[in-house]
């Protein structure tokens, strides 16, 4: 494998590069964005397999980035001297996405006007460069290797894969260089005001020194380089926060719920976490990943270590540890007891910090709820522990109104009711419209309306709030018979001949239908309507039956 090569690119790859070639999408800066955050990547990567092999950190130098903006012909081009990529890797890494939801994602981007915030989103990372760029050349090493490959491209269906030359080779000493021919276009990179600008705003807080390396002077450093989670709360401002945010969740919103604590005690760690204030595209992803970062003292470990549970999955942010060992394998992550201790833990502090969200700014957390709850709605079956405090946090479209707590349901509940209705369905308008709510608003029972994909899993759980049993009203037998209608006019009271009319009635519908149901009785939950189906009291409820129907075809 010495010989140059000619190959194609994965063919969601290739039209992403149509896309991103053609584009016209107004956020092309974050393209460097996105250099810088694979540089970063790079480095951490180095610094965790170094702590192994000492040796790979011997030749390159100290870990940095550096930007070179150059004129004529226009290039800018981004190296860091981090973990490098073999041919291999540069083939792989370059010339395929592995991202679940690239497929849907895609779509997504070719149905949008203005595709920045899914580009951001979604971090189509390294292939951004060709919204900037017609031609792109990346030099790499990997840490400890005799081989230097040369990856390059312009777009469209494939890219070449050579060794590199020997002055390249010289070059890089470990590491990657990616060179952008500029399109021209997109020239106003090659000024330092906007590459200072850009990065500022993005990559601030990457942890390692970025470097601009002008075409005459001496290179200087224009990041902070400090990792934002160790910096004490009273010297950070709102403005630091949400930049830490936008870098470390590549978002462009401003985050709606922030948490930055440090824990002293048994373990100490410093926890910085988001809450995002939309939601991403891949929230209902099957993997259910979560997104935090873990770190031992100031050193990336992985983002693999499920430190929240997955209904918190939409959290974004960094947890980092001063106890845990340095060496520890991501295998070993998985049933590190300390680790589980700092889950609860944090889980704990989340849940408390949304309690207190949800009382002092209950317009910041109907966001949160209003994009994630249906995710944190699957902490109702998932987390035991937890699910009176998120049952207390849950806000519910009822019959009453919208944003409706369940303490809220309790207060106004009627004399003599002692359960929580509700009803599952597809959507408000044909829940309001369904015949079983008829007997609970003739005697103004206010009804949960439930209409998301998660709602018939938790309420199969046969969950109570503050001692009061949540019931379905689709399901086994409802008792009204204790709370008067609200019209006096139409008495509950049956007619003595209407009651025997029903016995003779019940037994001819029995009859004709057989087999097909498993009961027939008088409802109380008609009042206009004739009749409707229900499932048994104990039996599944009727739209988890619909769901796992669908579910097993
Ligand atoms: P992501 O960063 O989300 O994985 P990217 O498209 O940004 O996606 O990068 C794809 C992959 O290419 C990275 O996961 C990494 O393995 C590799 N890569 C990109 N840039 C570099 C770099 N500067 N050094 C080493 N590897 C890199
Ligand atoms: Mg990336």
């Given at each position: 494998d010495t010989a140059s090569e000619t190959k194609p690119f994965q063919a969601e790859v290739a039209e992403l590069l149509n896309l991103m070639v053609h584009s016209v999408y107004s956020e092309t800066d974050i393209f460097l964005r996105e250099l810088i955050s694979n540089a970063s990547d790079a480095l951490d990567k180095l610094r965790y397999e170094s702590i192994a092999?000492?040796?790979?950190?011997?030749?390159?130098?100290?870990p940095k980035i550096q930007i070179v903006p150059r004129k004529a012909p226009d290039t800018l081009t981004v190296i860091d001297n981090g973990i490098g990529m073999n041919r291999q890797e540069l083939i792989d890494n370059l010339g395929t996405i592995a991202k679940s939801g690239t497929k849907s994602f895609l779509t997504k981007l070719t149905e949008a006007k203005d595709g920045a915030g899914l580009i951001g989103q979604f971090g189509v990372g390294f292939y951004a460069a060709f919204m900037v760029a017609d031609n792109i050349v990346v030099t790499s090493r990997r840490a400890g290797s005799g081989e230097v490959w040369t990856w390059s491209s312009s777009g469209g269906a494939g890219f070449e894969i050579a060794p590199a030359s020997e002055e390249a080779a010289a070059r890089v000493v470990r590491g990657t260089e990616i060179v952008l021919h500029l399109k021209p276009d997109a020239a106003k990179y090659l000024e330092a005001y906007q590459i200072e600008r850009i990065v500022s705003e993005y990559s601030d807080n990457i942890q390692f020194p970025i470097e601009l390396v002008p075409e005459e002077g001496e290179p200087r450093q224009i990041?902070?380089?400090?990792?934002?989670?160790?910096?004490s709360k009273s010297e950070l401002t709102e403005e630091d926060y949400n930049q830490a945010y936008k870098q470390i969740a590549g978002a462009f919103d401003e985050p709606a719920m922030t948490l930055h604590y440090r824990a002293e005690g048994r373990q100490s760690y410093a926890v910085l976490l988001f809450a995002p204030a939309t939601k991403p595209f891949d929230l209902f992803e099957p993997e259910r990943k979560g997104r935090i970062k873990l770190y031992v003292r100031r050193v990336f470990i992985t983002a693999d270590a499920d430190l929240l549970p997955p209904y918190l999955r939409f959290l974004r942010g960094v947890i980092d540890s001063e106890?845990?060992?340095?060496?520890?394998s991501r295998e070993m992550l998985q049933n590190n007891p300390q680790l589980a201790q700092i889950r609860k833990a944090v889980t704990g502090k989340v849940i408390g910090e949304l309690e207190s969200l949800a009382d002092k700014k209950p317009e910041d957390f109907a966001r949160i709820w209003e994009a994630f709850g249906p995710v944190l709605k699957e902490g109702l079956y998932e987390d035991y522990e937890r699910r009176e405090k998120l049952l207390a946090l849950a806000r519910f479209t009822t019959t009453a109104g919208e944003k409706r707590t369940l303490s809220q349901y309790v207060e106004a509940m009627k004399e003599n009711q002692t359960e929580i209705y509700y009803l599952v369905g597809d959507s408000i308008e044909r829940l309001k419209s369904n015949p079983k709510l008829e007997s609970a608003t003739a005697r103004g029972i206010e009804v949960l309306l439930l209409t998301d994909g998660v709602d018939a899993f938790w309420t199969s759980g046969q969950l109570d709030f503050g001692g009061k049993p949540l019931k379905s009203l689709s399901q086994g037998d409802v008792n009204f018979d204790l709370i008067p209608k609200l019209d006096a006019d139409k008495p509950d009271d049956k007619p003595d001949e209407t009651k025997a009319d029903e016995a003779t009635v019940i037994a001819v519908i029995k009859d004709a239908l057989g087999e097909r149901v498993s009961d027939v009785k008088a409802s109380q939950r008609l009042t206009s309507s004739a009749s409707c189906l229900v499932a048994g009291g104990?039996?599944?409820?009727r739209e988890l039956e619909k769901m796992l129907a669908r579910a097993n075809k």
């Open positions: 092999t000492p040796a790979l950190m011997e030749a390159g130098g100290a990041n902070s380089a400090s990792a934002l989670w160790q910096r106890d845990l060992p340095l060496n520890l104990f039996g599944p409820d």
